[in-house]
């Protein structure tokens, strides 16, 4: 609907420019948003005001001639109106959200599926955990989001790729393996010591075991054992990251490795781009990249004195490779650690002449674990953090995607594991969930009664008078909105808070029935109860698709 009036507005102002009564212009940037009174109608828009500066008259003044001159010849808009220092309200006629609502229960799982960005190739890429331990709750919250925006991106005509960056190379990998070995050998001798910077917790310990079964580690020589250690922990623990991944209804395209990126080649061609182009020198005994001369506070270093490549070089390298597969647009989710990575990371593509708005960003804050009104710090298996299994297994899937986006990423976010395990509207997810199950319990009733709604209801529908069936179409109808706004700003969250909203509106609705027996769904008049079940269905398929989105279930009993 905000479409179609920005579509309305903007024919309306190029009819003006062309017959003179306003000057000729660059359309500025406006606003159609939904005023917080609803006395000031369905939806405002600041046009005049944006105006004013190049026609050099006052903002009520412009608003009166764009009202003047709008041709609304399919009938969108009942009334418009200007309104304060010159916005002008508009209210949009009954029959437009009567069109929306049998759009919606038509269209049910397209409702705005939209294939307007098809061919736009779009590169996700969001976990990469190391593999050297157990995903834990930050992972988690970074596979919802990721996952989530995939989706969205997706179902509005993305062609996305979702890729895990596997960090299996460097010091922190041979880590692992000394960790392993270390474990093992304690196992006969408790007083052998473990490296200063090795890996707690009981998986270690669990790794040593099931490699120890399968390759007698006492036959090898220390760097041997190390080397298999280090290549086994490796192999089992990615596994177990692609089967936490998969319980948690998280899927990847292309699994890359950063192993393999080394050894082919690849970063020492990037070097030789970088040392041809003039961006490479060397001081201190170290390689230098020159990044400061193109956004980045400083120059950074690339190959250390010891003659290892940081992690930055590599992941130019990494995405240099990105983009030279053609992508028209990569993000990236990371650490909220990682923040002082981005404008060195921009400034090196730059530096290759790839736009700073190529590569977005999404940073992702902590999650704090909360149980019997006391933080969860320590889990038994990984020693210092809590994993996303362990979490799963106390909340479910479903809780965990969907309080994983109650907040925007770069919040800090509570999750209360008392409060996603009760069956009430306190519980987020239950909230929303028990709304699709109280649509499906009602088209039971319905069947019972022998009510359906008509293959082609569109002429009932006039019936829908009252103040609160009105304010569930216009929700329902801000759905496409709200997943655009989600393509363009990178905020999945967006999704829970709307889908809460209409969850909440339609459960007023039905309690006022249980007030007032004539404004039940159900009613001893058929045309109306038709009428009503159509709204009920059509709050059943936005919520139903706004669920698909966030990768969380529907279900029809609770």
Not at 143 to 155: E, Q
Not at 165 to 175: A, E, F, M, V, W
């Amino acid at each position: 609907m905000k479409a179609r009036l920005d579509f309305l507005l903007r024919a309306t102002i190029d009819e003006c420019f062309k017959k003179g009564v306003l000057k000729k212009a660059p359309l500025p940037d406006f606003v159609i948003e939904i005023p917080n009174n609803p006395a000031h109608g369905h939806f405002a828009t600041n046009l005049p005001l944006a105006l004013a500066s190049s026609q050099h008259r006052s903002p009520r003044e412009i608003a009166t001639i764009i009202i003047d001159h709008i041709k609304d010849e399919r009938g969108l808009l009942e009334n418009s109106e200007v309104a304060g220092p010159g916005f002008i309200n508009f209210l949009i006629s009954a029959k437009e959200w009567y069109g929306i609502l049998s759009d919606i229960v038509t269209r049910k799982g397209d409702y705005d599926r939209n294939r307007v960005r098809s061919g736009e190739r779009v590169l996700v890429e969001f976990v990469s955990a190391n593999p050297t331990g157990p995903l834990h709750l930050g992972h988690g919250r970074g596979a919802a989001l990721g996952d989530t925006l995939c989706r969205v991106l997706s179902f509005c005509g993305y062609d996305v790729v979702r890729e895990f960056y596997i960090n299996d190379s460097g010091q922190q990998i041979t880590i692992l393996g000394e960790s392993i070995l270390n474990r093992f050998k304690q196992v006969n001798n408790p007083e052998y010591p473990f490296p200063e910077n090795g890996y707690h917790g009981d998986y270690v310990l669990s790794l040593a075991k099931t490699i120890s079964e399968e390759i007698d580690l006492e036959k090898l020589t220390e760097e041997e054992a190390i080397h298999v250690c280090t290549r086994k922990g490796k192999e089992i623990l990615l596994e177990e990251i692609r089967q936490d991944l998969k319980r948690f209804r998280v899927a990847f395209d292309i699994w890359y490795s950063e192993n393999e990126l080394s050894s082919s080649g690849l970063l020492e061609n990037t070097l030789e781009v970088l040392r041809g182009n003039g961006l490479l020198y060397e001081q201190d005994g170290a390689l230098w990249i020159r990044t400061a001369g193109f956004g980045d506070d400083k120059d950074r270093v690339i190959r250390k004195r010891d003659g290892q490549f940081t992690y930055f070089a590599s992941d130019i390298s990494y995405h240099l490779e990105k983009h030279n597969r053609g992508f028209a647009k990569a993000i990236d989710i990371w650490g909220a650690d990682h923040h002082g990575y981005i404008p060195r990371m921009k400034a090196a593509l730059l530096s290759h002449g790839i736009p700073e708005d190529w590569l977005s960003v999404m940073l992702i804050q902590l999650v704090k674990l909360w149980k019997g009104g006391q933080e969860i710090k320590m889990s038994k298996r990984a020693g210092n953090f809590v994993t996303l299994q362990e979490l799963l297994d106390e909340v479910g899937v479903d809780a965990a995607r969907f309080v994983f986006l109650t907040k925007n990423h770069d919040s800090q976010l509570d999750f209360d594991i008392d409060l996603v395990k009760k069956q009430d509207s306190d519980n987020p997810v239950y909230y929303v969930q028990y709304a699709h199950a109280r649509i499906c319990s009602i088209f039971r009733k319905a069947g019972d009664a022998g009510i359906s709604i008509p293959e082609k209801p569109d002429g009932l529908l006039n019936l829908l008078s009252l103040d609160e069936e009105m304010v569930l179409i216009r929700t329902m109808a801000e759905f496409p909105a709200i997943l655009a706004e989600i393509c363009k700003t990178l905020e999945p969250h967006r999704l829970t808070y709307y889908l809460t909203a209409l969850a909440s509106s339609f459960h007023r609705y039905f309690n006022l029935g249980t007030k007032i027996p004539e404004h039940r769904i159900i009613t001893p008049e058929k045309g109306l109860s038709q009428a009503r079940l159509t709204l009920a269905e059509g709050v059943r398929t936005v919520i139903t698709n706004g669920l698909r989105l966030l990768g969380i279930s529907a279900p029809q009993r609770m």
